[in-house]
């Protein structure tokens, strides 16, 4: 019992410890073998337990230092990285070093320093140098080498751009050996990526075409004026021809009239100067653009190699085009097996130099190819049909031939009744549209395709005229025939069971990996410029992504192995369990 003079406390029972709870304006605590008297001011009383810190050895030396693999789990993806690279055959890229001068830090190391920040969606030169000093994986990777960002920027640009390609076709040889694809069927798809270049930086060939115009015309009013007054000062000597109108024949006809200065005027001289210091650099410049140009319509004049496109994601909602890429792959269980770039906007021009790329990389063809509207025109069915490849490639208005006001449409061309024998088409009216010729129409690729026409007799005083068709005259119909016996073709493919097979896995394959590519690994606009090191870049990226999906897929092997040995030992024990109770069971019987 404690007495404290003045306060009347009653009777408490002495514990080690506090009282779990209570109010009161004076509590008695034991601390250190010895009872205290404390003032609680309305609050509640709360039991200390005494405070444990984990020892701080960040400045302990030790003696033997702690190996960096130990402290990474088998099965993270540096090791698949690694282990990757190891068996890359890179002979190629050892032959491209000269020797001499200081030492090189070995390319295999650098190739999976570059594979592994890609996979991390680590993009930038100077980041990778961070890395290297800072994170373990990277540290584990390089074997403590510290290649500064210069180096890895000049590795990547200038290294890479002969052997990256190959590099990549031995990885996905890898894959193949290892059962994760085939290469028996692509299925592909293309997407636009924006260039480095500046947005508003471009050339147009109709601007280009038409200044031009504009200045040859002034270049001749000059030179003819100049030669008109040469005539009538000497009339003992002819005037010169005008040469062609080109920087070379103008830089030619320059030179003879500089010689020639000291029998003109004072606008003469003008003129000739004019010519030289003035329009021959303009000519000489619009000349180099259309050469950069070739058969493009654009060009971005930081990113030479670029065309301007309409993009999908367009911030100020107008339509404006931008300098990309057309970035074309084709994938097998969502690994790359094949890409390309190009610098055309449409895909349908991009497929047969991407399957030709793809037997010259494999030496073999696949068997399937599947492919959108986009890829789907008379030129590429052909060229699948001599290649012997099964075409799942749908062709416009695939989709809306399905639709009942489709079929219904009786002006339609389709709909239209046709006599094979006779050769002609009735309209709805049961007017014969008798065969008038044919024409040869020529696509921007250089194919050219046959088109029969077909013409009615008279239109005029029809009542379905106006539904029918809008011409003045009678109508005329254009049918290609050959695209007519394609498109039936890949029809009867298409919506067959494996074609809707095929139709439906195109959904999930390229289109899954190029949301994998820029929404999830953060990667939608190039950081290099020109075409070679915009393709040296994807190409990482690709491997990248075929690291990734190998590193989930061998993780997941790991662990469905580790089940089923679980699984298995599991099963053992149970069984172990039943024979150990049943011969228990028959001793107690006995």
């Known amino acids: 019992r404690v007495t404290v003079p003045g306060v009347r ?23 250190g073998k010895k009872y205290y008297l404390t003032v609680a001011q309305k609050t509640n009383i709360i039991a200390m337990a005494k405070i444990v810190f984990k020892e701080l050895t960040s400045n302990q030396n030790v003696l033997f230092p702690v190996s960096l693999s130990e402290k990474i789990a088998p099965n993270h993806p540096v090791r698949i990285v690694n282990s990757v690279v190891d068996a890359l055959d890179i002979s190629s890229l050892l032959s491209s070093y000269k020797g001499g001068g200081t030492s090189s830090y070995h390319p295999r190391m650098m190739l999976k320093v570059l594979f592994y920040a890609y996979l991390n969606n680590i993009y930038s030169c100077r980041k990778i140098e961070k890395a290297l000093q800072e994170n373990i994986h990277f540290m584990w990777l390089s074997g403590n080498s510290t290649p500064d960002f210069r180096t890895i920027n000049d590795f990547r640009g200038k290294r890479l751009k002969e052997d990256i390609k190959s590099l990549f076709s031995a990885i996905v040889l890898l894959l193949q050996e290892s059962g994760y694809v085939s290469l028996d069927v692509q299925y592909i798809d293309g997407s ?24 040859e015309s002034k270049i001749q009013s000059i030179l003819s004026e100049v030669d008109k007054h040469i005539e009538q000062d000497k009339q003992e000597r002819a005037p010169d021809a005008l040469p062609d109108m080109d920087s ?21 001289k003008k003129q000739v100067k004019k010519l030289q210091e003035e329009y021959l650099p303009r000519l000489a410049k619009y000349e180099s653009q259309l050469e950069k140009l070739g058969d493009r319509n654009s060009f971005s004049k930081t990113d030479e ?70 890829y789907g025109s008379e030129q590429n069915y052909e060229f699948m049909e001599n290649a012997g490849i099964e075409a799942f ?24 009744y046709y006599n094979r024998g006779q050769d002609y088409y009735v309209c709805p009216m049961g007017q014969h549209m008798e065969y008038t010729g044919q024409r040869k129409s020529k696509s921007d690729m250089g194919y050219v395709s046959v088109l029969k026409r077909y013409q009615a007799q008279n239109c005029e005083g029809c009542p379905l005229k106006s539904q029918c068709h809008k011409s ?46 820029k929404h999830n690994s953060a990667w939608k606009r190039f950081r290099l410029r020109g075409l070679e090191k915009v393709k040296t870049e994807f190409t990482l990226v690709a491997i990248a992504h075929n690291l990734r999906k190998l590193a989930k897929k061998a993780g997941f092997l790991l662990f469905f192995t580790y089940f089923c040995r679980m699984t298995s030992r599991r099963g053992i024990i ?15 019987a006995a």
Not at 393 to 416: C, G, M, P, S
Not at 493 to 503: K, P, T
Not at 574 to 588: F, Y
């Open 472 to 517: 003045k005259t009678n109508r005329i119909i254009e049918v290609n025939y050959n695209l007519n016996r394609y498109k039936q073709k890949a029809r009867e493919r298409l919506m067959s069971e494996e074609g809707i097979y095929h139709r439906g896995r195109r959904c999930i394959e390229p289109e899954a990996v190029f949301a994998q590519i």
């Open 305 to 374: 190699d670029a065309t301007f496109m309409r993009m999908k994601e367009d911030h100020m909602k107008n339509g404006q085009l931008k300098p990309a890429y057309n970035i074309q792959i084709a994938t097998e269980n969502q690994f790359i097996t094949n890409l390309g770039i190009y610098r055309r906007a449409g895909d349908t021009g991009t497929l047969i130099p991407f399957l030709q790329d793809f037997r010259e990389t494999y030496h073999r063809q696949s068997s399937i190819v599947v492919a959108d509207a986009g």
């Open 9 to 31: 406390i009653p009777p408490l029972p002495l514990q080690r410890g506090c009282p779990k709870s209570r109010i009161a304006p004076f509590a008695i605590v034991y601390f």
């Open 192 to 215: 636009k990526v924006e260039s480095a270049s500046n947005r508003y930086t471009f050339v147009w060939r109709g601007s280009v075409e038409k200044n031009k115009v504009k200045l």
């Open 248 to 268: 070379c024949g103008l830089r030619e006809k320059v030179s003879a009239l500089n010689k020639r200065l000291s029998g003109m005027n004072k606008a003469e």
């Open 393 to 416: 490639v749908k062709y416009n208005y695939f989709h809306k031939e399905q639709k009942r006001t489709w079929k219904k449409d009786a002006f339609a061309i389709h709909n239209l």
């Open 574 to 588: 149970e069984k172990t369990k039943d024979v150990l109770k049943i011969k228990m069971d028959n001793k107690r």
